[in-house]
């Protein structure tokens, strides 16, 4: 018999991650994260591993007056646009590349886990980073299924495909048991009226209704979102490959977030787009063990939003209560008050994650 080359069959197959740079281990997440720049940067390296002294002592420009001067801008846009990614914080930024282990031998667990840069928040800061992180890390396995989803329906095979979307409603199951972690790490009275603070961008906020003026790049303000967890690529992926569709308002925000994603990420959800559509073959198959095995899909990512929204309640709308009732007990400063209802990428942002959870469980297939 002929000899199979193994390794360029699996290079033939007509959908693989790492085309997108993407980790069957880490999924979005950077594996190995460039913890220190080279010698030259080391003023940048210094400032920033300062950033929660100098800004609570007002060591850091306290006030950005609605110009970001050039010698910040200038360099921030120019290596914004070779990552191809905005000039201001994202989600990418903070969550998928921001993290060491503490010892390298040791397990990925959060108490073997560090920021590599923070901001103001102290414990719970660096909680709500890696707690971000473990549920990116909790969705690799899904991400991973996502190539033998498309495999097992082009194929077409649908042991193949049933299987791999078992993976894909474990995944997304451990991403909801991850997130509630958060309670463990995250004090809501931080998060927000400190952390949130400094996700939030120059889009929707009275602070800078104009946006900001970046000197030495545009005479006129730009304008930007905050960092958000619509612009993890994850959720976006599994809305993709399941068919999720959105209302108008909510698709036009989730398809902006895009924007703020890496460029190949980005590519890897418009691939998964061009596919023929999964929920239209898992229904033409007539298959009673694919359809359930798509609806626990469904039901998996509809329950992560419940549960999201449970989360948003506590961490926002309840913490933003509390902080009007009782000012005077309260050590924080005080948030602005545009953010008691807003998401940090500028959505309402409760009525945007009802409205994403609703719309998720429209996809279950009756039968």
Same mark, same amino acid.
């Given at each position: 018999?002929?000899?199979? +080359? ?16 993407? $980790? ?7 594996? +190995? ?23 609570? =002592? ?12 050039? =010698?910040?801008?200038? /360099? ?9 990614? *905005? ?15 503490? =010892? ?7 108490? +073997? ?10 414990? $719970? ?22 190539? @033998?989803?498309? =495999? ?53 906020? *009275? ?54 994603? /890496?460029?190949?990420? @980005? ?65 924080? /400063? ?23 959870? +609703? ?9």
């Amino acid at each position: 018999m002929m000899e199979v +080359n193994t390794e360029c069959t699996k290079e033939q197959l007509p959908f693989i991650l790492r085309r997108f740079h993407i $980790s069957e281990d880490y999924g979005f997440l950077l594996p +190995n994260p460039l913890k220190d720049l080279p010698p030259f940067y080391s003023p940048w390296m210094e400032i920033a591993h300062s950033l929660p002294h100098l800004i609570e =002592n007002h060591q850091l420009r306290s006030q950005v007056n609605k110009v970001l001067p050039q =010698n910040l801008a200038i /360099p921030f846009v120019e290596i914004s646009r070779v990552l191809g990614l *905005p000039p201001i914080l994202v989600h990418a930024d903070f969550v998928l590349v921001n993290w060491k282990k503490r =010892n390298p031998c040791g397990p990925l667990e959060i108490e +073997n886990l560090e920021p590599i840069i923070c901001l103001p928040g102290g414990a $719970s800061l660096r909680g709500f980073i890696l707690v971000t992180f473990l549920v990116e890390k909790a969705a690799a396995p899904g991400i991973k299924a996502v190539p @033998q989803v498309v =495999n097992g329906m082009l194929q077409p095979d649908n042991r193949i495909l049933e299987e791999a979307l078992q993976d894909v409603a474990s995944s997304l199951r451990d991403m909801a048991r991850v997130l509630k972690k958060m309670h463990d790490y995250v004090d809501p009275a931080i998060f927000y009226s400190v952390i949130r603070i400094f996700f939030s961008g120059w889009k929707d906020n *009275p602070a800078l209704p104009e946006g900001l003026i970046y000197e030495g790049i545009s005479d006129k303000p730009l304008v930007y979102s905050g960092a958000s967890a619509a612009q993890s690529t994850t959720l976006h992926t599994f809305d993709e490959l399941l068919g999720i569709q959105h209302c108008r308002e909510s698709t036009t925000f989730l398809h902006g977030m895009r924007e703020y994603m /890496p460029p190949h990420h @980005q590519a890897f959800i418009e691939e998964i787009q061009s596919l023929p559509p999964l929920r239209s073959h898992v229904l033409s198959s007539g298959k009673e063990k694919l359809c359930s095995a798509y609806n626990m899909c469904v039901a998996a990512l509809s329950d992560l939003r419940t549960y999201h929204i449970a989360m948003v309640t506590k961490y926002i709308i309840s913490a933003a209560r509390n902080a009007k009732a009782k000012p005077s007990e309260s050590t924080s /400063p005080n948030p602005p008050s545009f953010l008691e209802e807003r998401g940090t990428g500028g959505s309402g942002v409760l009525s945007f994650l009802k409205s994403v959870r +609703n719309t998720t469980k429209e996809a279950i297939i009756t039968f």
